[in-house]
């Protein structure tokens, strides 16, 4: 079991930076993949950035890839999201998630953070 407590969002303006942070419990969870997902109002639930377990692969959704970067602290039980270069379409709810293997899929990930809230003005 892996509870997860995402932090780390706010208003910020465009072109601004932010840094999420996700922390788990749980003795496995050096052992899972984690995952970045956002879900806008009135829009599913989508895929930003995966990291396998030992930060060896990582995978990113083309609308964030070279502005957002993904990272984790296996000591720190922490898995972070860089994001840099925010625009008004990356407002969203921010959710982490852990899975046992690297993935894009929403419907693959076993354990779900409350998400926070990010919000980016024009």
């Known amino acids: 079991q892996v509870q997860l407590v995402e932090s780390g969002g706010g208003l910020v303006q465009a072109g601004d930076s932010l840094r999420l942070s996700c922390a788990a419990s749980?003795?496995?969870?050096?052992?899972?993949?984690m995952g970045w997902f956002r879900q806008a109002p009135r829009k599913e639930r989508a895929f930003v950035a995966a990291?396998?377990?030992?930060?060896?692969?990582?995978l990113y959704d083309d609308s964030v890839k070279g502005r957002f970067t993904i990272s984790r602290d296996n000591a720190k039980r922490t898995v972070y999201l860089q994001m840099n270069s925010l625009k008004p379409e990356d407002t969203a709810v921010y959710y982490c998630?852990?899975?046992?293997?690297?993935?894009?899929?929403?419907?693959?990930?076993?354990?779900w953070g409350q998400g926070t809230q990010v919000t980016v003005s024009s």
């Open positions: 990291i396998n377990w030992s930060s060896s692969a990582t």
């Open positions: 998630a852990a899975t046992a293997s690297l993935s894009r899929l929403v419907r693959e990930y076993d354990y």
């Open positions: 749980g003795r496995t969870f050096g052992s899972y993949a």
